[in-house]
């Protein structure tokens, strides 16, 4: 959607290209989005690989994969960048979240190697604050959404989600650093809550609510 094109009209939508191959971000951004004229679909099913994200912050990698996945497909695109910040580790792992106990075989289904990577990223957190007294942390979401890859007015919408990581896992739902994060408002990790509680609660349901209303006041969805 280029500067001056027309907007989806009544009973169309806006393809919007989501920067990412997870299908349970996928799933979850699309229920935070319900509602808006919007069809969101992975990059990968449209053939276009992931974006380097070589950046030391949450922003300027999500910038990044969202002009990637804008100039690759000639569409819309919405990227999220987003990890767990622990304040005894100097908000570690921070960008490199995704990969923080090192990369895993490459070999495999890809849902597969995202549950090894999970598992790895958690254990060598635990590791890292084992003894820790302070075990204070939050998840960050960044989300950026862009009309084109050259777009001079990406738009732009943070939300964080305060808890703190416990000794063992606990819970079997959500994804990445879930089991570790411990809500006390809710007295549940994030892997025990349900669905439509995280989505209510969360760090991305919370930068989504801004980017709500950022693409129906600029983008005029």
Excluded at 2 to 30: C, D, F, H, I, W
Excluded at 40 to 60: D, N
Excluded at 119 to 147: I, K, M, P, S, Y
Excluded at 179 to 193: C, D, K, N, R, S
Aim: aromatic share 4%; glycine share 10%.
């Amino acid at each position: 959607m280029r500067p001056g094109e027309a907007v989806p009209g009544p009973g169309s939508s806006l393809r919007l290209v989501l920067a990412s191959n997870n299908a349970k971000k996928l799933s979850e951004l699309q229920a935070l989005l319900t509602g808006l004229p919007v069809a969101l679909v992975t990059q990968g099913s449209l053939g276009v690989t992931e974006a380097e994200e070589p950046h030391i912050t949450f922003i300027e990698n999500a910038l990044a994969k969202a002009r990637h996945a804008a100039a690759a497909t000639g569409c819309a695109a919405l990227a999220d960048d987003s990890g767990v910040c622990v304040d005894a580790l100097g908000g570690a792992p921070g960008v490199i979240s995704a990969h923080y106990g090192g990369e895993v075989p490459a070999e495999g289904e890809r849902e597969a190697r995202r549950r090894l990577q999970d598992a790895a990223n958690n254990q060598r957190l635990l590791r890292e604050l084992q003894g820790a007294t302070d075990r204070r942390a939050h998840f960050v979401c960044t989300l950026v959404a862009v009309r084109h890859a050259e777009d001079p007015q990406p738009l732009v919408a943070v939300g964080r989600w305060l808890g703190q990581m416990l000794e063992a896992p606990r819970g079997t739902g959500g994804f990445g650093y879930d089991p570790l994060m411990f809500i006390p408002e809710q007295g549940l990790t994030v892997a025990e809550m349900d669905a439509a509680l995280k989505n209510t609660l969360s760090h991305r349901a919370r930068a989504a609510a801004q980017l709500r209303g950022l693409l129906q006041e600029v983008w005029r969805l």
